[in-house]
C-alpha cells in the first residue's frame, strides 16, 4: 500500500505526540464534567480509539456513521446512518472526526447536537483542511492543519483502503483518477 503514496505527510510518531498533547488538553479542560466522546464512523476510529486511549479522566463514548451525498463527497444531502445510543441533554459532548473539509457536514451535525440541549458541543479534529472551508465550523481542538492534498492513513481511506497504515501519506493521483 506504501507504493501507492506520493510521501508521507505526518508520521506515526508526529501523530503520537500531537495526541498526546490533544489528551492532555482534553483532560484540563473537561476535568470533573464527564464527557460524551464522539467518534464519527469509519474513518475517525484510529484517532478517537488513541485519544481516549490517552485521557486519564472519567468519560463515556459513544458513536455517529454519516454520510453525505449529491454533488460530492462533502458538499451534498447528510444523513444519518448510525445516531447516538445516549441522549446529549445535559452533556459536554466532544466530537471526533477525522478531516474537516468543506466543513458543511459537520455544520449540520453540531446544529443537530445543539438542538439536543447539550452543555456544550466542540469538535476535535486529527486534520483540518481549512483552504477548502465552506461552512462556518469552528474547530475546537486539532492535530494539524493540512494543504489541499488526497490524503489517506491512521484511518482516512480511499475506496475503504489504507485505513490502517499508522501515518498519513498522500496519494499518488494516478490512484484516484483512473
Not at 476510529?45 to 486519564?56: H, L, N, P, S, Y
Not at 448510525?82 to 441533554?89: A, G, H, I, W
Not at 445543539?114 to 483540518?128: E, F, W
Request: with cysteine; net charge negative; glycine share 6%.
Amino acid at each position: 500500500m506504501r507504493e501507492d503514496l506520493s510521501c508521507i505527510w505526518i508520521s506515526k510518531e508526529q501523530i503520537a505526540e500531537k495526541v498526546k498533547e490533544l489528551a492532555k488538553q482534553l483532560d484540563e479542560d473537561y476535568k470533573d464534567k464527564n464527557p460524551l466522546v464522539v467518534c464519527i464512523l469509519k474513518g475517525a476510529v484510529m484517532f478517537f480509539t488513541d485519544i481516549v486511549k490517552a485521557m486519564t479522566i472519567p468519560l463515556e463514548i459513544d458513536f455517529m456513521a454519516i454520510s453525505s451525498y449529491g454533488q460530492g463527497a462533502t458538499s451534498g444531502v447528510v444523513k444519518f446512518v448510525k445516531d447516538l445510543d445516549v441522549s446529549v441533554t445535559g452533556r459536554h459532548v466532544i466530537i471526533i472526526e477525522d478531516i474537516i473539509d468543506t466543513g458543511n457536514t459537520l455544520y449540520y451535525l453540531k446544529n443537530i447536537l445543539n438542538g439536543r440541549d447539550p452543555a456544550s458541543v466542540k469538535i476535535c479534529a486529527l486534520l483540518d483542511k481549512y483552504e477548502r472551508r465552506v461552512a462556518d465550523v469552528k474547530v475546537d481542538y486539532k492535530a494539524f492543519d493540512i494543504r489541499d492534498e488526497f490524503v489517506v492513513g491512521y484511518g482516512l481511506d480511499y475506496a475503504e483502503k489504507y485505513r490502517n497504515l499508522d501515518e498519513i501519506g498522500v496519494l499518488k493521483r494516478e490512484i484516484y483518477e483512473k
